[in-house]
């Protein structure tokens, strides 16, 4: 069964970098649309950045012009560079294959390709 694995986050201060990995297994990982999406503390789920199956990239105005998604097929791997960091976006971030279900307050809610199911997500905090 599908199975996603977040990594890479950590305490960075407002200005900083992070990249964030989720690697991905049990399904053909390169014919599917993949997302990242945050749920911030207090707030609700945010779906940031997505990526088509054929590169094409889409993201939130929150974060457009400093975040990047990215995919590597072979290694199964989707990625967000986060640039120039801001305080707001202190959040867990979580990947998933996206439907057009809408995204429920809390991101553990929002169906997704393979049901229900989301990975453990990895906390990014900025702070100074």
């Known amino acids: 069964q599908a199975r996603l694995v977040e990594s890479g986050g950590g305490s960075v201060q407002p200005g900083g970098s992070l990249r964030l990995s989720c690697a991905a297994s049990g399904f053909a990982f390169e014919i599917y649309g993949m997302a990242w999406y945050r749920q911030g503390p207090r707030q609700d789920c945010e779906l940031v950045a997505s990526i088509a199956w054929d590169g094409s990239t889409s993201y939130s105005d929150s974060v457009k012009g400093r975040f990047t998604i990215s995919r590597d097929n072979a290694k199964s791997t989707l990625y967000l560079q986060m640039n120039a960091t801001k305080p707001e976006d202190t959040a867990v971030y979580y990947c998933?294959?996206?439907?057009?279900?809408?995204?429920?307050?809390?991101?553990?809610?929002?169906?997704?390709?393979?049901?229900?199911?989301w990975g453990q997500g990895t906390q990014v905090t900025v702070s100074s």
């Open positions: 998933n294959a996206p439907t057009r279900s809408t995204v429920q307050p809390m991101c553990v809610q929002t169906p997704g390709v393979f049901g229900d199911y």
